[in-house]
C-alpha cells in the first residue's frame, strides 16, 4: 500500500480513522463539515490552479504546487488539528526531496481564518517523517480495527456516526 498524505495526517488525528480509512472504508462523503472544507479549498483562490500545478508522484497528489519557487500550498478550514496538518506538508516535503527536488518549502494556508504558516524542511525531518511512515504502515497492517478512542474531535469527524454506533 502507498502511504499518502492524508494517511499520515489521520495517524496524528486518529488511528482508528487511518485504519479505517486505509481499509476502503470511507465516511467524507457523508460529512458536511469535509464539503464545507473542500468548498473554502475550492473557492478560496479561484484562480491558483491557473497559477500552480497539481503535482502527482508517488501515489501523493499535491493540489497546489508553484514550481518556480519550490512551495507547496496546502488549504485547511481551521487549524484544530494543526499538528497533523504539518506532519502532512512534512511528509509531501519528503517525498519532493526522494524525487530530486530538494530546498522545497510549504505554506499552510487557513483562508476562512486569515492565517498562514509556513513549514520549512528542517534538520532531523527525514527521520521524523521515516518514523510516521513506520507507523502508519503499522496501524495499517494490523489484522483488527484500532479501539475506539473518546477525543475531543470526535464529534466533529466524518467517522462519527460509524465509531459510536452502538455506544450508550
Known amino acids: ?6 494517511h499520515i495526517a489521520y495517524l496524528h488525528t486518529c488511528h482508528r480513522k487511518l485504519w479505517l480509512f486505509a481499509h476502503a472504508i470511507r465516511m467524507e462523503h457523508t460529512s458536511q463539515l469535509v464539503a464545507e472544507g473542500k468548498l ?14 497539481e503535482l502527482e ?4 497528489k499535491i493540489d497546489f504546487y508553484d514550481a518556480k519557487n519550490k512551495v507547496i500550498h496546502e488549504v485547511k478550514k481551521t487549524d484544530k ?9 512534512k511528509y509531501y516535503l519528503y517525498m519532493l526531496s ?3 527536488i530538494e530546498g522545497a518549502s510549504a505554506l499552510l494556508e487557513y483562508p476562512k481564518m486569515r492565517q498562514t504558516q ?4 528542517e534538520e532531523g525531518d527525514e527521520a521524523l517523517v521515516s518514523t510516521y511512515i513506520q507507523k502508519a504502515t503499522a496501524i495499517i497492517n494490523q489484522p483488527h480495527c484500532p479501539a475506539l478512542v473518546r ?3 470526535c ?3 466524518s467517522y462519527y456516526d460509524f465509531c459510536y454506533s452502538g455506544e450508550e
Open 1 to 6: 500500500m502507498t502511504i499518502t498524505g492524508t
Open 40 to 53: 473554502i479549498g475550492e473557492t478560496s483562490y479561484p484562480d491558483r490552479s491557473k497559477k500552480y500545478t
Open 57 to 60: 508522484l508517488d501515489g501523493i
Open 81 to 89: 488539528v494543526e499538528r497533523a496538518h504539518i506532519a502532512q506538508v
Open 98 to 100: 526522494k524525487n530530486g
Open 118 to 121: 509556513i513549514v520549512e524542511w
Open 151 to 153: 477525543l475531543p474531535i
Open 155 to 157: 464529534e466533529k469527524c
